[in-house]
């Protein structure tokens, strides 16, 4: 299978070099050059089997140059064995037509473990192979970077280097961060906002010399085998709901839509995902842009929800590459007028491609923690500030005759104080974890500044 950048000029790339490299040269996204697609009866299979094996069967088209069957499974299995659940992405029915599907199982709490454990398996296979080291630099608004670092720590051929901005990110995730001891384990905490870290790693990405020379690797949603790891509960959840038989809606709480776009690749792969529903907090850059047409950056205002403060949303730019017909020029063009304007206009045309893809919704700050209380009240559950701006647009979205899966993004324990705020319930650490504000930190504070930061990094990976 071969990988072609949303920005047509970077060459075309089999999975392991798609992969590796996380940014394209041209600097855009990789995607398949053609989705494999799953007939209804393959799809019916599924329903029953374990996560593990669902995972094979949807990722196995995606990296059958790189990785025998055999070998694939095995990474699968001991990527998820680490995980709380035995179901791995459990379903939990919320209401008459309402479920929730928990992402917070994996090692540190939230979502991003599903393609993070299963990147630090695939990673470590290919380098085995090739005898290569890798420096990672991951930019987080908090949950990628700690998954990464679990995925990645104490490893020999790899050294990992989380951006992460100063001040803006909960006390579990930085400490999920800070507290690991390996040396290869290097937190930053960057002077500036996500989008700050977020273009300092692109910069990094584009200075082809520096990226060459340290063997620069990127985890970030940017990078393909996120996403596609990321489509496989897609097709767990809704065959346990019926699908092929009958299509399910999916409401995904969103930021840099990576996410949702893993949903938008499982329909394109055949499942009748119904309606896929971004939805945003006070930062709402993506909710504007579906519902007007103006894709247009302004500040962030951090919010409760803080891995959702985002307003350049990068994996927009793969639903903007179909939306064009798979322009890459045309994308080109539009990423142009991001950097020098602050924002473009979509075509009608896309607009309507998008519209028929994608809704969305935006839940404020009263209003999400409105949701995390009524959520409590209703059902029991303690749910996390994005999850509950999940719930508040999907309720908004809900309708009779589809099921409405929301997409539970972390542990209510990663953010105690926004559930605490809504429910006057302090949601604990599961036991494994109860220790974390004991642990030592470590952290080096950086200006945004891609110079200083090259240095830092070229010193530490030569000791
Ligand atoms: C990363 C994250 C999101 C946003 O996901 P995207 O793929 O960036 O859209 C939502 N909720 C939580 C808890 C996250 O960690």
Request: with cysteine; glycine share 8%; hydrophobic share 45%.
């Amino acid at each position: 299978m071969q990988y072609v950048s949303t920005r047509g000029s970077a060459p075309a790339l089999g999975f392991e070099e798609t992969m590796m490299t996380g940014l394209a040269r041209d600097g855009g996204l990789y995607v398949p050059a053609e989705v494999p697609t799953m007939t209804s009866e393959e799809i019916a299979s599924l329903a029953g089997l374990s996560y593990e094996e669902i995972a094979f069967r949807v990722i196995r088209p995606f990296v059958a140059d790189a990785f025998e069957a055999d070998e694939l499974r095995g990474l699968i299995k001991t990527a998820y064995a680490g995980f709380d659940h035995p179901a791995r992405a459990p379903l939990k029915q919320l209401a008459a037509n309402g479920f929730l599907l928990e992402l917070f199982h994996g090692p540190t709490l939230a979502f991003k473990d599903f393609a993070m454990q299963l990147i630090g398996q695939l990673m470590q296979a290919a380098l085995a192979r090739s005898g290569a080291r890798i420096t990672i630099v991951g930019a987080t608004s908090g949950d990628t970077g700690s998954a990464a670092i679990e995925a990645f720590r104490g490893l020999d051929n790899v050294d990992v280097f989380i951006l992460y901005p100063h001040g803006r990110v909960s006390e579990v995730q930085r400490r999920q961060m800070t507290t690991p001891s390996e040396d290869n384990v290097h937190a930053l905490a960057l002077h500036g906002h996500f989008d700050d870290c977020q273009a300092r790693l692109k910069d990094m990405f584009n200075d082809h010399a520096f990226r060459d020379e340290v063997r620069l690797a990127g985890v970030n949603s940017i990078n393909w085998a996120r996403v596609l790891a990321q489509v496989v509960y897609y097709f767990s959840a809704a065959t346990s709901l019926g699908a092929p038989h009958r299509p399910v809606d999916f409401t995904v709480p969103t930021g840099n839509f990576g996410d949702i776009f893993a949903g938008h690749v499982a329909r394109r792969m055949g499942l009748p995902v119904g309606r896929l529903i971004a939805a945003t907090n006070q930062n709402d850059v993506v909710n504007r842009a579906l519902t007007t047409g103006e894709y247009r950056t302004s500040e962030v205002t951090p919010s409760i929800s803080p891995s959702m403060d985002i307003q350049v949303s990068s994996n927009f730019e793969r639903a903007l590459f179909d939306a064009y017909g798979r322009d890459g020029a045309a994308v080109a063009q539009l990423m142009d007028e991001l950097r020098g304007q602050g924002g473009f206009a979509i075509s009608q045309g896309a607009r309507e491609s998008l519209a028929e893809s994608f809704g969305s919704g935006m839940a404020d700050e009263a209003a999400t923690l409105a949701r995390i209380r009524a959520t409590r009240d209703a059902t029991g559950e303690l749910v996390c500030p994005h999850t509950a701006v999940g719930l508040e647009v999907a309720d908004a979205a809900e309708r009779a005759e589809a099921p409405m899966v929301t997409l539970a993004t972390a542990h209510p324990a990663k953010f105690p104080d926004a559930v605490e705020q809504a429910t006057g319930l302090r949601p604990p650490l599961p036991s494994r974890m109860a220790d974390l504000y004991d642990r030592a930190e470590r952290v080096a504070e950086v200006e945004n500044d891609l110079a200083a930061l090259q240095t830092l990094i070229r010193d530490r990976i030569s000791k």
